[in-house]
């Protein structure tokens, strides 16, 4: 969703286009008071701010501003752009946005994959050497080769996680 702030008479129209370009829903503000009620409630992909209103009401956009969360904001002069440049510079913004959204989910599972993998080492060598521990009883030896073999199992399965992310990061442009 997509929260048009302004109070242009041409916000439906700008609402309109920012809908068919984007495919977005599109929601308009009359008010920044309005727009920071709105936020309070609603999660946003983009806020798209009528640079009149953030110049004349500048404690009110500081509020607003500050109820954002995730959402990207776009500054906009609606009464000199053209409706052209509104939709290239909301589009460029939430392309940007969700790109930004896919390299950090990318770079967490990226994260997440290699501490699984050092913690999985740690545990494949501590049960290893466990096992040739001398004089160990016949159960405990048992249920550490349960847990060794786990961990294998486990291993593999982060190894084909890994193999099957990468061929589909390589395939993504």
Do not use: Y
């Amino acid at each position: 969703m997509i929260l048009l702030v302004t109070a242009s008479a041409r916000a439906s129209e700008c609402a309109a286009a920012l809908n068919q370009s984007t495919g977005e829903r599109v929601v308009v503000a009359e008010t920044l008071a309005r727009a920071a009620t709105f936020l309070r409630s609603q999660s946003c992909l983009a806020v798209v701010l009528d640079q009149h209103l953030l110049e004349t009401e500048p404690h009110e956009a500081e509020r607003t501003l500050e109820h954002l969360g995730t959402a990207i904001a776009v500054q906009v002069n609606l009464a000199i752009s053209g409706m052209e440049r509104l939709v290239r510079e909301v589009r460029g913004a939430v392309q940007r946005r969700q790109s930004e959204e896919v390299r950090a989910r990318q770079a967490a599972i990226g994260k997440l994959h290699s501490e699984l993998n050092g913690t999985v080492t740690a545990l494949l060598l501590s049960s290893g050497l466990a096992l040739k521990t001398p004089g160990l009883p016949a159960g405990a030896a048992a249920k550490l080769e349960s847990v060794h073999e786990l961990v294998r199992k486990l291993r593999k399965q982060l190894e084909t996680e890994g193999a099957t992310g990468e061929l589909e990061q390589a395939a993504s442009p």
